[in-house]
């Protein structure tokens, strides 16, 4: 309670503060907040606050590189449903917000902090399976597959089978709903000079929806508040069909380019790493998807720099999630260092439901 309250009233400064409401007002609304943690435990923030909050959040994310947008970012208040058909709908309501026929939103969803609990990493995200002829899928997500096969979920077992949304309410059973195809927006790779690169039949999903962390603002802990931004491109062209535990694709791209894979010194895994990425931002350019390159995206984060250092703020940020994983001393982020202290508001992990 003690601690509620104490974080109540450093994020209401920060609101106050940075909003220019008047300390009359503020002290009217502390005294209210004091009152309401006191007799019930906790308190309600007004829709002002929680946005602000969430904004804050993004603001505060350490690992983000993609803050210059902060303040741009759209909350969809859902505190009040508890039903979980209701939920549902209203994560659909989100994906097709955010995903807007491909000019994404950045958005976030915020449940009722108590209660509600989506076991999804993602809103949408690929079925991983353990085979006996190796992985099919996305190897990161094997455990949670396996998960929605134990609640009776039954993939295609292809390498891009979306998983179902598995929504918590209370200490009841989790159920599961199938996303309609018609709100999954998707982008199939192609390479501009390359004809045999959609032979490989890669695809990825449009938009990145955050469902497992949870929004922390002012002592309140919203452990279900689905968010998203756009992609970057090397999230899905450097890491997901890159990382050898994920897709993997650097051998077969570097074979089908005959590159001498026997020696590393042929940079044929940097050379093929190139061609993947410019794969992936030319296809979602191609398709009006919102997506930034790594040299945009650095840019933009130096005005967000710049921003706070006029707004008399500090910048925090985790230098090893900000560095892109192609070329980073191309950019500016490479050659400085990032205090990594964590402020709130912010976005947090939380243990898994499963
Ligand atoms: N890296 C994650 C992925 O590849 C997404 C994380 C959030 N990314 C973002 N651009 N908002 O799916």
Redesign the pocket.
Known sequence: MKVMLKEAESFIRIFYGETNQSEQEMHIRLSEIEQQIVTTGSYEQTIEELAYGAKLAWRNSNK?I?RLFWQSLHVIDKRHIQADVAIFEALLEHIQFATNEGRIRPTITVFSPQNVRIWNH?LI?YAGYETNVGTIGDPDSIAFTKVCQNLGWQGQGGNFDVLPLVIQTSNNPPKLFDIPKEYILEVPIRHPEFEWFEDLQLKWYAV?M?SSMKLEVGGISYVAAPF?????GT??GA??FADDDRYNMLPIIAEYMGLNTKSSASLWKDRALVELNVAVLLSYKEDGVSIVDHHTAAQQFKRFETNEAEAGRDVTGNWAWLVPPVSPATTHIYHKPYNNEKKTPNYLYQPLPY
Do not use: L, S
């Open positions: 983000c993609g993602q995200r990145p955050i998203n931004g756009w992609y970057m999230e899905i890491r997901n």
